[in-house]
């Protein structure tokens, strides 16, 4: 297939305008960080600012005909890491910027009786092993087992890179490694695994017999009152095409220090492929132990810019 080449003046557009939303998400989630004391009303506010801008984008390419079709082989493919707990090893395509974007209910765990959050992870890979991103909880509302107690305060924000060691070729896996370091730390309750300063993953992926994988190794430091304490976690994700869904279904473990317990939980979800660089999810999670959140549902989408940052 023959690839379409855009006239100058069309590029120059087309490059100004993603330059006009990219910048604005950026000072979307800069104002997130230094307004991140004000109320929750605004944070839901500049939440639903990101929503539009991503909304107007894929309208603004869909009428200048720009938009990567779908039996274009060449375009861009969205690389969703939600719902799953498990991240995969792969990154996003080089120079696209992804959004995934959900919202998480929870109910009966030990820091709440009800939780409901919005949660939005910024990712951009800037070469074809290294890949930055900012993960925001813009939003949360909770209350206690009773109902009362209710809350509303923004989540933490942290900012964090991953890096492939080793590219996946046949039966290997691919290997990433990742950190991510919490830059604001945020008094609503957490979920069963709590929150972290600053976390260390060793992640894989691979295809096998139609099957697609994801493990995780995860080591974080949890501080509580001036106390650290290390927190070990697994992760294991299974995923299988059914027709133009994809089915997932997982099993996690994170150690809970301050609980002397252990976190336990196994989460299904089903995808759907809008557009090869749109994808929508939901599903549920469970968890096992006295100490896990006792269920969790979710619902969201990653969206992936469909024009570059740069020429290849």
Same mark, same amino acid.
């Given at each position: 297939?023959?690839?379409?080449?855009?006239?100058?003046?069309?590029?120059?557009?087309?490059?100004?305008?993603?330059?006009?939303?990219?910048?604005?998400? #950026?000072?979307?989630?800069?104002?997130?960080?230094? +307004?991140?004391?004000?109320?929750?009303?605004? #944070?839901?506010?500049?939440?639903?600012?990101?929503?539009?801008?991503?909304?107007?984008?894929?309208?603004?390419?869909?009428?200048?005909?720009?938009?990567?079709?779908?039996?274009?082989?060449? @375009?861009?493919?969205? *690389?969703?890491? !939600?719902?799953?707990?498990?991240?995969?090893?792969?990154?996003?395509? =080089?120079?696209?910027?992804?959004?995934?974007?959900?919202?998480?209910?929870?109910?009966?765990?030990?820091?709440?009786?009800?939780?409901?959050?919005?949660?939005?992870?910024?990712?951009?890979?800037?070469?074809?092993?290294?890949?930055?991103?900012?993960?925001?909880?813009?939003?949360?509302?909770?209350?206690?087992?009773?109902?009362? $107690?209710?809350?509303?305060?923004?989540?933490?924000?942290?900012?964090?890179?991953?890096?492939?060691?080793?590219? @996946?070729?046949?039966?290997?896996?691919?290997?990433?490694?990742?950190?991510?370091?919490?830059?604001?730390?945020?008094?609503?309750?957490?979920?069963?695994?709590?929150? *972290?300063?600053?976390?260390?993953?060793?992640? #894989?992926? *691979? $295809?096998?017999?139609?099957? +697609?994988?994801?493990?995780?190794?995860? =080591?974080?430091?949890?501080?509580?009152?001036?106390? !650290?304490?290390?927190?070990?976690?697994?992760?294991?994700?299974?995923?299988?095409?059914?027709?133009?869904?994809?089915?997932?279904?997982?099993?996690?473990?994170?150690?809970?220090?301050?609980?002397?317990? *252990?976190?336990?939980?196994?989460?299904?979800?089903?995808?759907?492929?809008?557009?090869?660089?749109?994808?929508?999810?939901?599903?549920?999670? +469970?968890?096992?132990?006295?100490?896990?959140?006792?269920?969790?549902?979710?619902?969201?989408?990653?969206?992936?810019?469909?024009? !570059?940052?740069?020429?290849?």
């Amino acid at each position: 297939m023959q690839r379409r080449t855009l006239p100058v003046r069309d590029a120059r557009a087309i490059s100004s305008e993603t330059g006009f939303l990219i910048r604005k998400e #950026l000072y979307w989630v800069a104002d997130v960080v230094v +307004h991140i004391e004000l109320s929750g009303e605004y #944070l839901m506010k500049a939440f639903a600012e990101c929503l539009m801008v991503i909304v107007v984008s894929s309208l603004c390419s869909a009428q200048t005909g720009t938009t990567t079709p779908v039996s274009d082989p060449d @375009g861009p493919d969205a *690389n969703p890491a !939600r719902p799953t707990v498990s991240t995969p090893a792969t990154l996003t395509p =080089v120079g696209y910027v992804q959004f995934e974007t959900g919202s998480l209910g929870a109910t009966t765990s030990p820091e709440f009786g009800t939780r409901i959050g919005i949660n939005e992870v910024t990712k951009l890979t800037v070469w074809p092993r290294l890949e930055l991103l900012v993960l925001t909880e813009p939003y949360i509302h909770s209350s206690n087992s009773k109902g009362g $107690d209710k809350e509303i305060h923004p989540g933490e924000v942290f900012v964090g890179a991953q890096a492939v060691v080793l590219q @996946g070729d046949g039966v290997r896996p691919t290997v990433s490694v990742s950190y991510i370091r919490r830059l604001y730390e945020s008094p609503a309750p957490e979920l069963d695994i709590g929150t *972290n300063r600053q976390s260390g993953s060793i992640l #894989l992926s *691979n $295809d096998m017999a139609g099957f +697609h994988f994801d493990v995780n190794f995860i =080591v974080t430091e949890e501080t509580e009152f001036g106390t !650290r304490r290390a927190q070990h976690a697994q992760t294991l994700s299974i995923s299988h095409p059914l027709k133009k869904f994809t089915i997932s279904g997982e099993l996690w473990h994170f150690t809970q220090p301050y609980f002397a317990s *252990n976190a336990v939980g196994n989460l299904w979800a089903v995808s759907y492929p809008i557009r090869r660089n749109l994808v929508i999810d939901g599903g549920f999670d +469970h968890g096992f132990t006295n100490t896990s959140t006792h269920w969790e549902e979710f619902v969201g989408f990653t969206y992936l810019l469909p024009h !570059r940052l740069w020429p290849k």
